[in-house]
């Protein structure tokens, strides 16, 4: 007489809870690439204006201060970091019989792993690799070289002065000779091929530079630019993938028309999504994925994963009520409208007291509370990272 679905899925639940806490979260490490979705702080010394190293960023963090994170807390990869870096001490079959029984069992695990984190701390996550906490032995959980207002393009983070995602390479070199230099090449290479890389780029290029830019948008069609964002994108596939990096997570465009941000610069004094600039992003998307299914096909042994963030990110914003949040719209801080970097601060006008309740922290970013869901959704779309 054998277990039914359901007991059988309460069992599993129970067992992955005891693997999540008994989990050893330095082997295999987590390696950020990209913009300010997941710059963890890499901005904050350098010489420009796109910061978030002050106040209110980083009020709902764990330590309730600024690190250079724009966002009013953790950020999407803080919740998924701490979980891939956990779930890879869980055995492979019960994984997949996890995987197996319910997705909704995963979205249970996801918040056990989220609220274990609460009490890691910040040295929990992959430090940013120009932060003072990059250093030693600490390395040896990954980093984190993302950039805010880099993208595919290097001319996008030239404009604004950012570390380009060919600079971020370059450091996540450098990184692995320190990796090399403490436990030997041997443990290193391991280490790199059960790396999970994760890169987030793209909404820069479109909304920071190509819209905004004629020396773009003139000579180039937005499908144009996109190909020339693909070769990019496909070009740092390749040297990861040459660097010994088997494991690759990539998230698409976001509806990039939604951002308060772009309603209000692009919308045509309009509160609705833009809707050109969404279909730009799903035109984009779409070549996302045929060129990494073409590079997984080129490629022997390479993982890839196309993280979907546009359809999650979207029922939030259409649908904010069914999902916890009351605004969706306009951001939380100042008048929610296009406040970012610089223009979030602490004078702000208007900023709200529980940003739980907005869909958006800024005028370009999604709060804690909408990357803890988001997180949920990229768990669910990762397991060929971890399997």
């Known amino acids: 007489m054998g277990f039914s679905r359901g007991c059988l899925g309460s069992f599993l639940v129970a067992t992955m809870v005891f693997f999540v806490a008994q989990g050893d ?14 710059d963890a702080g890499n901005n904050n010394n350098l010489y420009t204006l796109v910061k978030a190293n002050f106040p209110p960023y980083g009020r709902d963090f764990v330590t309730h201060r600024p690190t250079g994170r724009f966002c009013n807390g953790k950020l999407a990869t803080d919740f998924t970091g701490n ?37 890691l701390g910040f040295t929990s ?18 980093a984190n070289f993302a950039s805010a207002a ?13 570390i380009s995602l060919t600079q971020q390479v370059s450091n996540y070199k450098e990184w692995q000779n320190k990796v090399v230099g403490m436990v030997g090449k041997a443990r290193a290479n391991a280490i790199f091929a059960g790396a999970i890389h994760l890169l987030s780029a793209g909404s820069s290029d479109f909304v920071q530079n190509y819209y905004i830019n004629p020396l773009l948008n003139r000579p180039y069609s937005p499908d144009q630019f996109s190909d020339i964002l693909m070769r990019s994108y496909s070009t740092f596939v390749q040297n990861m993938y040459r660097s010994g990096a088997r494991k690759i997570g990539v998230t698409n465009l976001p ?42 096909n080129k490629f022997p042994g390479l993982k890839l994963v196309v993280f979907d963030i546009y359809q999650p990110l979207l029922d939030l914003i259409i649908n904010p009520t069914d ?16 406040e ?10 208007g900023t709200c007291s ?34």
């Open 25 to 38: 979260p330095l082997v295999p490490a987590l390696c950020i690439f990209g913009d300010s979705v997941v």
């Open 83 to 119: 979980t891939f870096l956990t779930l890879t001490s869980v055995p492979l079959p019960l994984l997949l019989l996890l995987h197996s029984v319910s997705r909704k069992l995963l979205f249970f695990l996801t918040k056990i792993s989220s609220y274990t984190a609460e009490y």
């Open 125 to 142: 996550y992959p430090p940013a690799y120009l932060s003072q906490d990059a250093k030693g032995r600490d390395l040896l959980i990954g």
């Open 150 to 162: 880099s993208g595919y393009d290097d001319r996008t983070a030239d404009l604004y002065r950012a």
């Open 255 to 296: 509806p990039t028309g939604c951002l308060p941000a772009a309603i209000t610069l692009f919308g045509s004094n309009s509160n609705k999504c833009v809707s050109r600039l969404n279909r730009d992003a799903v035109s984009f998307n779409s070549k996302l994925n045929s060129t990494s299914q073409d590079l997984v």
């Open 323 to 338: 999902n916890g949040f009351f605004e969706s719209r306009k951001a939380c801080c100042g008048t929610g409208t296009i």
């Open 340 to 349: 970012t970097s610089l223009l979030c601060n602490a004078r702000s006008i």
């Open 354 to 387: 529980n940003a739980t309740q907005y869909v958006f922290w800024d005028g370009f970013h999604p709060s804690e509370a909408c990357n803890e869901k988001l997180a949920q959704a990229l768990l669910a779309q990762g397991f060929d990272l971890i399997s």
